[in-house]
């Protein structure tokens, strides 16, 4: 069985930073995708940042060049990080595990099929 995990989430002040965890357990993650979607109130849930096994990033354009998404192998955990928050990062945000079908990972959440319970961010002006 998968199982996804995230941590870190909390109340950061604009300009604060965000460092989230995501432990992943189980089989059938080595050859796939793995990802940080989010959701804010009242709107749908958007994808944040993937990353293949072999290291390949996307990131949406909303957070390119301000948010990183990594992995530790050894400690099998994903991270999502940003040295400089905004209020509209405000968001319930999930970690995820899918299936690779093409030359990066989608950034699509119907793509991903192994999901974690979410961890909120709130971001104060």
């Known amino acids: 069985q998968v199982k996804m995990v995230e941590s870190g989430g909390g109340s950061v002040q604009a300009g604060g930073s965000l460092r989230l965890s995501c432990l992943a357990s189980g089989y059938g993650l080595s050859s796939g995708c793995m990802g940080w979607f989010r959701q804010a109130s009242g709107k749908e849930r958007e994808g944040v940042a993937t990353i293949l096994s072999d290291g390949t990033t996307t990131y949406a354009d909303s957070v390119q060049g301000r948010f990183t998404i990594s992995k530790d192998n050894v400690k099998r955990t994903l991270y999502l990080q940003s040295p400089i928050l905004k209020p509209e990062d405000t968001a319930m945000y999930y970690c995820?595990?899918?299936?690779?079908?093409?030359?990066?990972?989608?950034?699509?959440?119907?793509?991903?099929?192994?999901w974690g319970q979410g961890t909120q961010v709130t971001v104060s002006s």
């Open positions: 995820a595990a899918g299936h690779r079908y093409g030359a990066s990972c989608s950034l699509l959440p119907s793509y991903f099929v192994v």
